[in-house]
């Protein structure tokens, strides 16, 4: 059993697809275990993404994750990590697989290389420990 954390980046949120997003969460059979509707900041989104910081396309994440308020929250279950990265799909919505959250409903990339791939996923154990402590302040 794992706990990860996901993110409904704010295209899913003002696109209003976060019922569509906690859905598949649900009838997957993991527990929701935090959840929260919140605005980011340069601040938070610079540890979340702290090795991304020197990428020359990090200015547009940022840019993408202060477009509006987001979803941050947790979820338990078996194998919660591997399962959501699978269920999101690959970074790039126009490669991910049919099926996946990102190929059904993000966008991108566009002709300045923007992706709105709308949701987030831990990619690792350690990652989710690490990003719940920064997004909810617990060791
Ligand atoms: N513009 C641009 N954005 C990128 C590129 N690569 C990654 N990103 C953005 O940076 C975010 C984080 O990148 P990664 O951690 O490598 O990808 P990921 O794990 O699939 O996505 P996250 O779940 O958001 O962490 C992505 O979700 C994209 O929004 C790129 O080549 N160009
Ligand atoms: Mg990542």
């Known amino acids: ?24 969460i649900e009838r997957r ?9 919140r605005q980011a900041n340069k601040d938070i989104l610079a540890q979340h ?22 979803v941050v929250g947790t979820f338990y279950g078996s194998d919660a990590v591997k399962t959501w990265r699978k269920t999101m799909g ?3 919505p126009a490669e991910a697989e049919l099926g996946t959250i ?3 409903f993000a966008q991108g990339p ?9 949701v987030h996923g831990s990619d690792s ?8 402590a920064i ?3 617990e060791d």
């Open 110 to 118: 566009d002709s300045n290389g923007d992706m709105r791939n709308m």
């Open 29 to 37: 059979g993991f527990q929701l275990t935090r959840m929260e509707l």
């Open 1 to 24: 059993m794992q706990e990860t954390l996901f993110i409904i980046k704010p295209d899913g949120v003002r696109r209003g697809l976060v019922g569509e997003v906690l859905r598949r």
């Open 90 to 92: 690959v970074t790039n």
């Open 49 to 70: 993404y702290a090795d991304l910081l020197e990428k020359p396309f990090y200015h547009q994440i940022e840019t993408y994750m202060l477009e509006g308020p987001i």
């Open 102 to 104: 990102r190929a059904d």
């Open 135 to 137: 997004w909810f302040g």
């Open 125 to 132: 154990v350690e990652s989710a420990q690490r990003e719940i």
